[in-house]
């Protein structure tokens, strides 16, 4: 879906670096959630924003932090990464306003390497 | 919080032949379950979703069935084609959050 964009989509940084992924929206949608991606685990969600000044933690979010800048953009934070944050992390947004409110649209997906 | 069990995790058939994919989830406050395909490379799309208050939902070839009392949902996709080789997540939505099954990986043979 190309109203839900991430960049960079792909990444290699090094062990205790930080890194911020970024996801921008032109969907209007005031949702957005942070997903993590790996083999044999599906989606597992590391953070979750249902409006500007609203941020809660997901299932895993040990190690990350985020910001929600505007209702289009939230960003998120590895301030020390390290190797088992290697995985693919998806964007996704949702309308709380809309008849499916509980839809998800994702990202393409930033691929992190972490050396 | 919410758990959700999706199994199988590989499933191989030949095409025109019939899938099922089978879910569990714990949270009896869920009360919406997507599924959303994914590609190889590619983001998950939905493809089909259904709702608390819905026993079962069809379209075209892609069906899927609720039963809230047993906690159970399925896909159910019929006359295979090559390109539905994929994988397949389900979902189950509790107070906005969807926590997701592991996947299954679809294989169609022509």
């Known amino acids: 879906d190309a109203d839900v964009t991430q960049t960079p989509r792909n990444r290699i940084t090094k062990t205790g670096k930080r890194i911020m992924l970024e996801c921008s929206q032109t969907?209007?949608?005031?949702?957005m959630y942070w997903y993590r991606q790996d083999p044999g685990l599906g989606l597992r969600l590391i953070y979750y924003?249902?409006?500007?000044?609203?941020?809660n933690k997901g299932e895993i979010s040990d190690g990350y932090s985020v910001s929600r800048q505007a209702q289009a953009k939230f960003s998120l934070s590895l301030e020390s990464a390290i190797p088992n944050q290697t995985a693919l992390y998806f964007c996704?947004?949702?309308?709380?306003?809309?008849?499916?409110?509980?839809?998800?649209?994702f990202g393409p997906g930033t691929r992190l390497l972490v050396l | 919080g919410e758990n959700v069990e999706q199994h199988p995790s590989t499933l191989s058939v030949q095409e025109g032949d019939s899938a099922v994919i089978k879910c569990t989830y714990s949270?009896?406050?869920?009360?919406?379950f997507p599924w959303y395909k994914q590609e190889l490379g590619k983001r998950p799309q939905l493809i089909i979703d259904?709702?608390?208050?819905?026993g079962e939902k069809k379209d075209q070839r892609i069906a899927v069935t609720l039963n809230k009392t047993a906690k159970h949902f399925s896909l159910h996709i019929t006359e295979t084609q090559p390109e539905d080789s994929a994988v397949y997540f389900c979902?189950?939505?509790?107070?906005?959050?969807?926590?997701f099954g592991q996947g299954t990986i679809l294989t169609v043979h022509p």
């Open positions: 969907k209007g949608h005031d949702r």
């Open positions: 924003s249902f409006d500007v000044k609203d941020i």
């Open positions: 259904i709702r608390s208050n819905v």
């Open positions: 996704a947004t949702s309308d709380l306003g809309s008849s499916d409110q509980w839809t998800q649209y």
């Open positions: 949270d009896s406050a869920s009360n919406y």
């Open positions: 979902a189950a939505t509790s107070y906005g959050k969807l926590t």
